[in-house]
């Protein structure tokens, strides 16, 4: 996403191609099962679990001053904790309340918020993305989202250009047209609608009752007022569904035909999230019931032209994540991935994560420390890391590898300078074992991954992980 003092981090110089769905004689379940171990996500690298409470403010504000000789444009992450109902599958930092009210103090917090901020960033810097996450965005007002709106734009300076990517995470339960229709006088342009399963019976399991007609009434009108771009996400692993169950919601989800899905893997960790405890584990399909919703999630998916775009993302051929990943210009972020490259990222709101210059920075997840901070006049940075060359290098290649499935070491080792082969070594020999097994596949300098081996990304990313040894895998989910 940035560049750095010591290299830019530029997209490499190959193409990659679209993703394959894993054939017959490719799946091989036992082989999935073997590698089904837990890993990062690898939507930063280092992880966050590398953050450190020795970085603070004086850490950050130092980064977003030194970012403005890049001139990089601005990616703002906007989180909103507020649900009115948990799920109760749910990992997200929220609070749950049906008195919009309680967003009003918030809201002056992130307003003073952006003011601490962009005293030190140059704010002629475009704003290219805009992120609003949850919790539940659309748990505001209209008349407060628009006050948020005009508070981002007067802080940082919002941008009208016709290929800005301005997203919001919306319930369907808690929207209708006349949102929509706010929404796009907002400016955004982009649409993410929580789905997850279509089965009563699963949602009744989930505390989300969402009958389909109210996702479909939204994207119908969504289409109608020329959103760019709509992404449905679906969670497959939650309780009592099957394979044949979620084939169903695939048939329906496929007629609605949006732009973008995303179908994560369940991570059941009750210790972790308390709202998971109200699930019977019981009620969980086994590992191998889940292998074959995966297969038949990535078949159904394919076979209607959706392209596997890696992990738990799919997009169709003429949507922007697809064409990025043929460029070579995808990029991962904390929102999953992404066609645009090269932001500095401010993650605004409790909980939230900047991604700025060659520095990861959280603010805290606990609202009243967060609120605390900020009262104090001060950003509520808790901790954070400053990445060495070593850790800019290794998340150029992370990256590489789990957007274009494939990794092209002579561009690394021209864009970093050095002897990518050499370099990464012990990486390689690591990878030597997955070769042998079908995973991935060396020529010359380039080194990619199978249609198998693409199911298994987060594994094979692992062996250029040089933090992970450090660390629990525990507090990771499962790879597949």
Not at 11 to 23: A, D, G, I, K, R
Not at 44 to 67: C, I, N, V, W
Not at 121 to 142: A, C, E, I, K, Y
Request: aromatic share 8%; charged share 20%; proline share 4%.
């Amino acid at each position: 996403m940035s560049a750095h003092a010591t290299a830019a981090l530029s997209s490499t110089s190959f193409s990659s191609t679209p993703t394959e769905v894993p054939s017959a004689t490719a799946w091989n379940e036992a082989l999935l099962r073997r590698y089904d171990k837990s890993g990062p996500r690898y939507t930063s690298y280092p992880t966050a679990l590398a953050f450190h409470e020795q970085f603070g403010t004086a850490d950050f504000t130092q980064a977003l001053e030194r970012s403005n000789a890049s001139r990089r444009p601005l990616s703002l992450y906007v989180h909103v904790p507020f649900c009115r109902k948990i799920c109760f599958y749910c990992a997200c930092n929220k609070i749950a309340t049906k008195n919009t009210a309680l967003a009003e103090p918030y809201l002056s917090r992130l307003d003073r918020e952006m003011v601490l901020t962009a005293r030190h960033l140059d704010t002629s810097r475009p704003v290219q993305q805009l992120h609003w996450g949850g919790g539940t965005p659309t748990f505001l007002s209209l008349a407060q989202m628009g006050d948020l709106i005009d508070r981002l734009d007067a802080r940082f300076g919002l941008s009208g250009s016709a290929d800005r990517d301005y997203a919001i995470e919306i319930d369907p339960r808690e929207a209708d047209v006349f949102t929509l229709r706010h929404l796009q006088s907002l400016g955004f342009n982009r649409l993410s609608l929580g789905v997850q399963d279509l089965n009563p019976q699963v949602q009744k399991a989930i505390n989300r009752v969402q009958p389909r007609v109210l996702t479909e009434t939204l994207m119908e009108e969504a289409h109608r007022l020329g959103f760019r771009s709509l992404n449905l996400d679906l969670i497959y692993g939650l309780p009592f569904q099957t394979e044949k169950s979620f084939a169903e919601t695939l048939g329906q989800i496929i007629e609605l035909n949006p732009a973008r899905l995303s179908v994560f893997n369940y991570a059941h960790m009750p210790t972790r999230f308390a709202p998971q405890r109200r699930i019977n584990e019981a009620d969980l399909p086994n590992a191998d019931e889940k292998l074959a919703i995966l297969h038949t999630t990535i078949e159904m998916l394919t076979n209607a032209g959706y392209v596997h775009i890696g992990m738990d993302h799919f997009a169709r051929p003429d949507d922007s994540l697809a064409i990025a990943q043929r460029n070579g210009t995808l990029q991962r972020n904390f929102q999953g991935y992404s066609s645009h490259a090269q932001c500095d990222l401010v993650g605004l709101g409790v909980s939230a994560i900047s991604r700025i210059d060659d520095v990861y920075a959280q603010n805290p997840t606990q609202l009243n420390q967060y609120e605390t901070s900020l009262d104090q006049g001060r950003l509520a940075t808790v901790k954070g890391l400053r990445l060495n060359k070593d850790d800019l290098i290794r998340r150029d290649v992370i990256e590489r590898l789990m957007c274009d499935m494939c990794i092209d070491l002579a561009a690394i080792g021209k864009r970093w300078n050095i002897d990518a082969s050499d370099y990464f070594s012990t990486a390689l020999e690591q990878l030597r074992n997955a070769e042998q097994d079908g995973l991935v596949t060396f020529h010359q300098q380039m080194i990619s991954a199978t249609p198998i081996g693409r199911l298994l990304i987060r594994h094979l990313a692992m062996a250029f992980d040089a933090r992970l040894a450090d660390q629990s895998t525990q507090r990771y989910s499962k790879i597949v």
